[in-house]
């Protein structure tokens, strides 16, 4: 059964940047579309980037605004995603899924505050 857990999460001031990785256990990511998630307190849950299957296009709407890339690492089984320019809007939990076999990790905090 695939097992997902994302890392990275943590404070960071305003203008920062984070790198987070969602890393799968028990099958292969490649192939599968997989998105990022943020749930900030008192807010619906919300799609932040994803990654196709395959042709690897970013798709999904992109609430970082084109301060966001996802990518992958296939070598670590891995989805990354990378957040510049960082605001205190961006606090939230953010989660990761497989979109294929509807799999969700814990979710990783990310706190952006002076």
């Known amino acids: 059964q695939v097992q997902l857990v994302e890392s990275g999460g943590g404070w960071v001031q305003p203008g920062g940047s984070l790198r987070l990785a969602c890393a799968a256990s028990?099958?292969?990511?490649?192939?599968?579309?997989v998105g990022w998630w943020r749930q900030a307190p008192g807010k619906d849950r919300e799609a932040v980037m994803c990654?196709?299957?395959?042709?690897?296009?970013?798709g999904y709407p992109d609430s970082m605004k084109g301060r966001g890339t996802i990518s992958r690492d296939s070598a670590k089984n891995t989805v990354i995603l990378e957040m510049n320019s960082l605001k205190p809007e961006d606090t939230a939990v953010y989660y990761c899924?497989?979109?294929?076999?509807?799999?969700w990790g814990q979710g990783t905090q990310v706190t952006v505050s002076s």
């Open positions: 990654i196709s299957g395959g042709d690897s296009e970013p």
């Open positions: 899924k497989d979109l294929g076999r509807m799999i």
């Open positions: 028990g099958a292969t990511l490649d192939y599968w579309s």
